[in-house]
T-cell receptor
Framework: ETGVTQTPRHLVMGMTNKKSLKCEQH?????MYWYKQSAKKPLELMFV???????ENNSVPSRFSPECPNSSHLFLHLHTLQPEDSALYLCASSQDDGGELFFGEGSRLTVL | GEDVEQSLFLSVREGDSSVINCTYTDSSSTYLYWYKQEPGAGLQLLTY?????DMKQDQRLTVLLNKKDKHLSLRIADTQTGDSAIYFCAELSGGGSYIPTFGRGTSLIVHP
């Protein structure tokens, strides 16, 4: 596989469930990102990891918990979410030199 | 902080030219980007321009940069229905960050 792969593509969960989103990149990049894309809102940067170290956390609620076990994999653990957390969650990767961001297809999350 | 502004919608007729505009506030921007997001997909880099250039052409795409006015535009010649998508403007600050700042995106609708 090449590029940035996200699973699952669609997820429906209740407010008391625990689930995880997974992202994998096969591009040899050292930076990985989670973005949230909601209807009628700007693209929101949630977390950035560089060489497995978290370098950005933009005031994201603790019900979202990122994990970056190595520079190729990024997870977003979800716990006791709210309906307003329903959105498209996009993963991206890049080199940490200001180059192009490569995005995955996104995971469409619906919280009931 | 940096700010990137775009109009939210643009509707054009097939075969006409489309011009999508973007303004930004960061005077130290080094790179400016245009990303395209097709329905149900992630963002994909369409083209970019260095801040020391004022124009870049790539087939049907023309990027114009007015650094004095901090204005970026993307012109798509002979717009086709397949060009219908959301177009995001993004800028990279010269302050050492490798994380671009995105605009809200412009939805381009191409009708027959």
């Amino acid at each position: 596989e090449t590029g940035v792969t996200q699973t699952p593509r669609h997820l429906v969960m209740g407010m008391t469930n625990k689930k995880s989103l997974k992202c994998e990149q096969h591009l040899g990049h050292n930076a990985m990102y989670w973005y949230k894309q909601s209807a009628k809102k700007p693209l929101e940067l949630m977390f950035v990891y560089n060489f497995k170290e978290q370098t950005e956390n933009n005031s994201v609620p603790s019900r979202f918990s990122p994990e970056c076990p190595n520079s190729s994999h990024l997870f977003l653990h979800l716990h006791t979410l709210q309906p307003e957390d329903s959105a498209l969650y996009l993963c991206a990767s890049s080199q940490d030199d200001g180059g192009e961001l490569f995005f995955g297809e996104g995971s469409r999350l619906t919280v009931l | 902080g940096e700010d990137v502004e775009q109009s939210l919608f643009l509707s054009v007729r097939e075969g006409d030219s489309s011009v999508i505009n973007c303004t930004y506030t960061d005077s130290s921007s080094t790179y400016l980007y245009w990303y395209k997001q097709e329905p149900g997909a992630g963002l994909q880099l369409l083209t970019y321009i260095f801040s020391n250039m004022d124009m870049k052409q790539d087939q049907r795409l023309t990027v114009l940069l007015n650094k004095k006015d901090k204005h970026l535009s993307l012109r798509i010649a002979d717009t086709q229905t397949g060009d219908s998508a959301i177009y995001f403007c993004a800028e990279l600050s010269g302050g050492g960050s490798y994380i671009p700042t995105f605009g809200r995106g412009t939805s381009l609708i191409v009708h027959p």
